[in-house]
């Protein structure tokens, strides 16, 4: 496996953070993980959109950075692979789905210029799940913030992502995550090691799990 840093990408509920925890520990990797409760904006944003968004998005960028930044200062040296539950670029995704038009051409700005200064994952892990399946597992893991989420936006904070995939060359493994049990469905894993042990070149590669 030649990858030494993959990043997990998703939906809100696609899974993304287990499946890195799974990643991490298959490969005795360093896991860096989203530190989304931290940010005291994110309550408040699901209950009024419009007045918090723009101090949401800022906040996540902010501390996304942070996080990131550290793997460029840092090395460890038992651990040559990372494992990211996300990628930088998810700030952008999100502010284009969150905020006028306006105050997303300037936190464009803003994100242009912190972008360039970090290192970018070495393949990219996109797990794709139906808006009804994504419900599902929003209301099982039972985070009182999200429970108003609606299907709508978890329509287009999917569009975002499968647009954005769809123009970047960065190689993405996309897996069909309907049915995901990487947690107890050894098989399920297997295709998405396998994935990253094939020697894929940069583009967007289709998986479905058995």
Do not use: W
């Not at 009804?132 to 287009?156: A, H, P, T, V």
């Amino acid at each position: 496996m030649n990858h030494h840093f993959i990043t997990v990408e998703g939906n809100i509920g696609a899974g993304k953070t287990t499946l890195a925890h799974i990643l991490s520990r298959h490969y005795n990797a360093r896991l860096v993980l989203e530190e989304f409760t931290d940010n005291p904006f994110l309550p408040k944003f699901y209950s009024n959109p419009k007045q918090f968004a723009f101090p949401l998005e800022l906040f996540f960028m902010a501390e996304r950075y942070k996080q990131l930044k550290e793997l460029i200062h840092t090395k460890d040296l038992f651990q040559n692979v990372t494992v990211s539950d996300y990628i930088f670029s998810k700030c952008l995704l999100f502010a284009k789905v969150n905020l006028p038009e306006e105050e997303f051409h300037l936190y464009q700005r803003l994100f242009e210029i912190i972008h360039q200064q970090l290192i970018q994952p070495d393949v990219l892990i996109y797990l794709h799940s139906p808006v009804n399946k994504l419900q599902q597992n929003i209301k099982k893991r039972n985070r009182s913030y999200e429970q108003s989420i609606g299907d709508e936006y978890l329509f287009n904070i999917q569009e975002t992502y499968t647009h954005y995939i769809k123009q970047h060359n960065i190689k993405t493994i996309f897996i069909d995550a309907a049915n995901a049990d990487f947690l107890g469905n050894d098989k399920h894993l297997k295709v998405v090691t396998d994935a990253l042990e094939m020697d894929l070149g940069e583009g967007q590669h289709y998986f479905t799990l058995p």
